[in-house]
């Protein structure tokens, strides 16, 4: 049995991620700037969780030799919108905190770093379809800014220290419970509507990027961790999943949901950023080191989706 240490496990991804690696009888220690969350509620007492901070590298330290932990999954970040309000310490929790967990990893000999990295490193120059290779040029925010140095700074820590390094570039995630944040639409037309709510969307028809669902991004982190170091010819590993119109994402809806209330009422500057973000991933790499294989598309999500919001009425509000 492994005892795997989830920063930022109190997160979206990292509470989704903890619930699968429990299910898999895995010994989950969580490390969040926070004591708790509603997002642990149905398995807290399964979980040891450690208040602290990223950017303290003591503490950091701390957690991982006192705990005994043999893999790092470090999900813990300031993401898009807090990283551009407080840009000073989104560099402090997301570089720093990246450099300490790496120097953690080194100092007691964890077997493995799993790192989640992003399409968000692709600015406007960025071509239609990203492979592993795309420049990651000119980031315009703080948040890409520490995703590529936490890309880069793990590349070395591997072929320096030998730390065992594994990143992923995902698309943005779409799911139950994920609510806030440019790419929230796909998720919020799914979740109003199953809750027979009427939907307004801050984006046009034609609006289109790539996604990947919850519970295909969970299983693309273990499978990370368990790939054959011999099969892994790169240390970072573009991730796909499906990109489809927003007008054909609400048909969609609407094949499952027939009264669905789904209105576009498009900001401009939603649509621009929108618009300014590649349309597809492409994950040859990862299909050929160690199996990736996308299982749901937006089909598979919408139905999939409805059904775990009916399953869980309290808990999806
Ligand atoms: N959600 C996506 O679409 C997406 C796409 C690509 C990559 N990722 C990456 O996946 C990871 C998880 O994303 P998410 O969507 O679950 O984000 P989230 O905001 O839901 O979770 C981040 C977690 O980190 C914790 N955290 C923040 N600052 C901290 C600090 N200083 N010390 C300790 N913990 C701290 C937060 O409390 C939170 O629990 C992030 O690294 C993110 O960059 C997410």
């Known amino acids: 049995m492994s005892r795997d240490l989830i920063t930022g496990g109190l997160g979206y ?90 120097e953690a990893a080194r100092l007691f000999n964890v077997e493995s770093v799993i790192f989640p990295s992003g399409i968000v490193n692709y600015g406007r120059e960025a071509p239609e379809v990203i492979t592993d290779d795309t420049f990651q040029s000119n980031p315009s925010q703080m948040y890409a800014v520490t995703k590529i140095f936490g890309e880069r700074l793990g590349e070395y820590y591997h072929h320096k220290f030998g730390v065992n390094f594994r990143c992923v570039r ?92 789904i209105e576009f009422l498009a900001d401009q500057n939603m649509v621009k950023l929108a618009n300014d973000m590649p349309n597809k991933m492409d994950a040859t790499k990862a299909r050929e080191d160690w199996g990736w294989e996308t299982e749901y598309d937006w089909d598979k999500v919408v139905q999939d989706f409805i059904a775990e919001v009916k399953a869980h009425p309290d808990f999806y509000k």
């Open 170 to 261: 995902f698309p943005a995630i779409c799911g139950p419970g994920r609510r806030e944040g440019l790419a929230a639409y796909a998720s919020l037309m799914v979740h109003e509507t199953a809750k027979g709510r009427p939907c307004q969307l801050p984006i046009d028809e034609k609006t289109q990027m790539p996604f990947l669902y919850i519970k295909d991004a969970v299983r693309c982190l273990t499978s990370l961790m368990n790939a054959d170091e011999g099969n892994l010819s790169r240390r970072v590993y573009n991730i796909d999943g499906f990109s489809v119109p927003a007008k054909e994402m609400a048909d969609t809806v609407l094949k499952y949901i027939p009264d669905a209330r």
């Open 13 to 102: 991804v990292g509470s989704n991620l903890a619930k699968r690696l429990l299910d898999n009888g895995e010994e989950v220690v969580i490390f969040d700037i926070w004591p708790s969350s509603k997002s642990i509620e149905s398995f807290k007492s399964d979980v040891q969780v450690i208040q602290g901070h990223l950017g303290n590298m003591a503490e950091v330290l701390n957690a991982v030799q006192a705990n005994d932990i043999d893999c790092i999954y470090h999900l813990g970040a300031m993401i898009t919108m807090p990283a551009e309000a407080n840009p000073w310490s989104a560099y402090n929790t997301n570089a720093n905190g990246t450099y300490h967990i790496l």
